[in-house]
């Protein structure tokens, strides 16, 4: 795929509602994963794609227009499933099932998996999703996750741990998943690294922790 490959707005032809397209959906992600593990990125096609899965080129286009539009809808899915936990993880905190410190921790490990702790292909699927998706989307996505991070620490009202400016959040926010995306790009063994991850959560807890 060129670097220079404009961002997919819209990966999907048409939105799937019925349970079949959305297993026609499961598995043509599925299918890719599993070229990308083998193969990497030269084998990465359409039609390998479409084989892979069992089906027919034409069924792969009814949804997908592109391979570019497959790994960012792959992508999209991957970040809506990640924020889902960040809300999860700080409501639990919010209500005192779990710490701010261990919410924060499994959230870092959380993000760190998606961009491919332990896994080749998916390390690479995020690389390329970085790429491929909309700038727009990216940052929507970031200032979401610390929006609620800000709502949940007004909810927590503790005075060990104030609600950081708006300044700090963005700031925050834009160091981990900065370091995150850059592990990935740079296929980077530190992204498997234990101590990655404690570096990160060390960060954050240092600026928002009050002790």
């Not at 593990?37 to 096609?45: K, L, M, P, R, V």
């Not at 998943?177 to 992204?191: H, L, P, T, Y």
């Amino acid at each position: 795929m060129p670097a220079d490959r404009p961002p997919v707005d819209n990966p999907l032809r048409k939105k799937p509602s019925q349970t079949r397209a959305l297993r026609t959906i499961d598995t043509l992600f599925e299918a890719t994963a599993r070229i990308l593990a083998s193969d990497g990125e030269a084998g990465f096609t359409t039609n390998r794609v479409a084989e892979r899965a069992g089906f027919s080129i034409g069924t792969l286009y009814q949804y997908f227009p592109s391979k570019e539009a497959i790994i960012v809808a792959m992508v999209r899915r991957q970040r809506e499933r990640v924020m889902r936990e960040l809300d999860d993880l700080l409501e639990r905190a919010a209500r005192g099932e779990c710490s701010a410190e261990e919410a924060l921790r499994t959230y870092i490990r959380r993000l760190i998996d998606a961009f491919g702790r332990g896994q080749q292909a998916q390390r690479l699927i995020a690389r390329l999703g970085w790429q491929l998706d909309a700038p727009a989307l990216i940052v929507r996505a970031m200032d979401e996750g610390s929006e609620a991070i800000r709502v949940a620490l007004e909810r927590l009202d503790d005075p060990a741990l104030p609600v950081p400016d708006d300044a700090t959040l963005y700031a925050l926010s834009r160091a981990v998943m900065g370091a995150v995306r850059s592990a990935a790009v740079e296929d980077s063994a530190m992204i498997d690294d234990p101590r990655f991850e404690d570096a990160l959560v060390r960060m954050v807890w240092g600026v928002v922790h009050r002790g």
